[in-house]
């Protein structure tokens, strides 16, 4: 069993920046996938980046690509995202997402097993 709790969402101006943090408890977080995922009002859930267990390899969806960087200290078993030129379109719920599963690719939101409750970011023109 993972637990997750997300922070540091808010209301920022674009061109702003955020940090994200994704804090988890239970089984050793070092084994987990995780993927930071996102649902605008009336839109389904996306993908916006991914992180293997260690580090080593990052994924992010286009549109993110250059702005955001997902990190992970396993150490303190926390992983981030960071957001800088945030776009009014990057407006959503964030969510982190855990799995052990190794088999798919890293955008699979089917394939997390726990997901944390999200956390608001707003993003003024």
């Known amino acids: 069993q993972v637990q997750l709790v997300e922070s540091g969402g808010g209301l920022v101006q674009a061109g702003g920046s955020l940090r994200l943090s994704c804090a988890a408890s239970?089984?050793?977080?070092?084994?987990?996938?995780i993927g930071w995922f996102r649902q605008a009002p009336g839109k389904e859930r996306e993908f916006v980046a991914g992180i293997s267990r260690i580090g080593t390899n990052t994924y992010y969806t286009d549109s993110v690509k250059g702005r955001f960087t997902i990190s992970r200290d396993n150490a303190k078993n926390t992983v981030y995202l960071q957001m800088n030129s945030l776009k009014p379109e990057d407006t959503a719920v964030y969510y982190c997402?855990?799995?052990?599963?190794?088999?798919?690719?890293?955008?699979?939101?089917?394939?997390?097993?726990?997901w944390g409750q999200g956390t608001q970011v707003i993003v003024s023109s």
């Open positions: 997402a855990a799995r052990g599963y190794l088999g798919a690719t890293y955008s699979s939101k089917d394939k997390y097993d726990y």
């Open positions: 239970g089984r050793t977080f070092s084994s987990t996938i």
